[in-house]
C-alpha cells in the first residue's frame, strides 16, 4: 500500500529556532495535510495544501505542497515551548473508492533541548 | 459544539473479553473513520463510513467491527480482545469542502489488554 516516509522521526528544538520537517510519497496525492498532537490528545489540523506548488502558511508555520505531488515540507520559524508534540503529514486522494481516506506519516517528534 | 467526542478514555480489558468503543460528532458530518495509533507507527485506519449506513475496511480491520448506528455515531467493537490491540484509538469526522475531506479527531481511547 501507500506509505508515507517522514523525517526526521525526532528532533530537540531551542527556544527561538526555525524547525524544519518533510514528508515524501512513492504515490501522488491530491491533498496534503499536517497535523500537531498534544500528549494525550487526538490530531489537530494546522494546514491544508490543495494545489501543487501551493505555499501556505498558518501563523509561524509554512507548508509547501511539492510540485511533483509527492512531498511536503513544514516549516516552524522562531519556535516556542509550545510547539512541542509530534507532527503528522498526511496525503490524501479524493478519487476512487478511498474517498477522503488519509494515509499517515509516521511523525516527527518534537522535544525541547535540555 | 463539542466536536468528536469519544467514550471511555481508558480502558483495560482482559484478553477474551469484549468492548465496545464509542465515537459521536455533532458537526453534523457524512463521513468517521477510526484509527489506531501505536507507537512509531503513526495512524492505521481501521475502518471507515462514508456515509450513515455503510461502512469499509481500511488497512487493520482484523479483529474489530463497526457499526454507523445514525449519522452521528460510529462505534467500534473488540469481540474478543488480544494483547496486540493495546493500543490508542482515534475516531474522527471529516466534512466534504471544495471536493476535499477534512478530518477533525477525538481525544481518544487508551486500551490496555493484559
Known amino acids: 500500500g501507500q506509505q508515507l516516509n517522514q523525517s526526521p522521526q525526532s528532533m530537540f528544538i531551542q527556544e527561538g529556532e526555525d524547525v524544519s520537517m518533510n514528508c515524501t510519497s512513492s504515490?501522488?496525492?491530491?491533498?496534503w495535510l499536517w497535523y500537531k498532537q498534544d500528549p494525550g490528545e487526538g490530531p489537530v489540523l494546522l494546514i491544508a495544501?490543495?494545489?501543487?506548488?501551493e505555499l501556505t502558511s498558518n501563523g509561524r508555520l509554512t507548508a509547501q505542497f511539492g510540485i511533483t505531488r509527492k512531498d511536503s515540507f513544514l516549516n516552524i520559524s522562531a519556535s516556542i515551548p509550545s510547539d512541542v508534540g509530534i507532527y503528522f503529514c498526511?496525503?490524501?486522494?479524493?478519487?476512487?473508492?478511498?474517498?477522503?481516506?488519509?494515509?499517515f506519516g509516521k511523525g516527527t517528534k518534537l522535544s525541547v533541548k535540555p | 459544539n463539542a466536536g468528536v467526542t469519544q467514550t471511555p478514555k481508558f480502558q483495560v480489558l482482559k484478553t477474551g473479553q469484549s468492548m465496545t468503543l464509542q465515537c459521536a460528532q455533532d458537526?453534523?458530518?457524512?463521513?468517521m473513520y477510526w484509527y489506531r495509533q501505536d507507537p512509531g507507527m503513526g495512524l492505521r485506519l481501521i475502518y471507515y463510513?462514508?456515509?450513515?449506513?455503510?461502512?469499509d475496511k481500511g488497512e487493520v480491520p482484523n479483529g474489530y467491527n463497526v457499526s454507523r448506528l445514525n449519522k452521528r455515531e460510529f462505534s467500534l467493537r473488540l469481540e474478543s480482545a488480544a494483547p496486540s490491540q493495546t493500543s490508542v484509538y482515534f475516531c474522527?469526522?471529516?466534512?466534504?469542502?471544495?471536493?476535499?475531506?477534512?478530518?477533525?479527531f477525538g481525544p481518544g481511547t487508551r486500551l490496555l489488554v493484559l
Open positions: 474522527a469526522s471529516s466534512v466534504r469542502d471544495r471536493g476535499i475531506e477534512t478530518q477533525y
Open positions: 504515490s501522488i496525492f491530491n491533498t
Open positions: 495544501l490543495y494545489k501543487a506548488g
Open positions: 498526511a496525503g490524501q486522494l479524493t478519487d476512487g473508492g478511498s474517498q477522503g481516506n488519509l494515509i
Open positions: 458537526m453534523n458530518h457524512n463521513s
Open positions: 463510513s462514508a456515509s450513515e449506513g455503510t461502512t
